[in-house]
């Protein structure tokens, strides 16, 4: 059976939504802090300073919690994308293509402890849900239109060659976290932007 995930109920007044972001912050703050595997419902709402009654007058379980923290926080990846996000006009400009990565990598720098955690869950199953990287689905779309308007490049699957290109861009970069990398985040920019171009490089042109 399919767990509940979805918030009970939307607040309305001030006061209820002040108290989810509360709950919500709560949260995340335990999920930093301890992980996933520490966080219970009661923990959150004493630290939220709330009544477990109303823990769940909005939230069913602690995966209901945990969603509400990741959407909260693609919801911020994707506001800051939004007023920074620069995609090239022509995908085969390599100035054009830095300053994409660089944006990419920027956006990894929105609370990155919590980034991490997420990270974590995906890698090794623990979270019964499946959390939907919701911003890199955003910049696929985008890149996916601009490699289809592209008129030196021949390619043909525009959706499947855009996936690639972020989901290596975003491996990547999570690759150098893991390591400990010892690169600032201009090097990682650069070290990354050069290998996303060799790979735009190898495709046929028109």
Not at 4 to 19: D, F, L
Not at 163 to 189: C, Y
């Amino acid at each position: 059976m399919a767990r509940a995930v979805k918030p009970r109920k939307i607040p309305g007044q001030a006061r209820s939504k002040q108290m989810v972001e509360a709950i919500i912050e709560a949260t995340a703050r335990i999920m930093i802090e301890e992980g996933y595997g520490r966080l219970t419902t009661n923990r959150v709402a004493e630290l939220a300073g709330v009544s477990i009654g109303s823990l769940y007058q909005y939230f069913g379980n602690k995966d209901a919690l945990v969603c509400a923290v990741h959407d909260r926080h693609q919801n911020k990846i994707r506001a800051a994308m939004a007023e920074k996000f620069d995609l090239p006009s022509d995908i085969t400009d390599y100035e054009g293509i830095r300053k994409l990565i660089r944006s990419v990598v920027d956006a990894h720098r929105i609370e990155p402890e919590l980034h991490a955690r997420f990270e974590a869950l995906r890698q090794d199953g623990s979270f019964p849900i499946e959390l939907a990287e919701g911003a890199l689905e955003h910049i696929t779309d985008k890149l996916e239109g601009v490699l289809r308007k592209s008129d030196k490049l021949a390619i043909e699957d525009t959706r499947l060659s855009a996936w690639l290109l972020v989901t290596m861009v975003h491996s990547l970069i999570h690759v150098f976290e893991r390591a400990g990398a010892p690169l600032n985040d201009d090097q990682k920019t650069e070290e990354i932007s050069q290998m996303t171009f060799g790979y735009i490089s190898l495709i046929p042109r028109l």
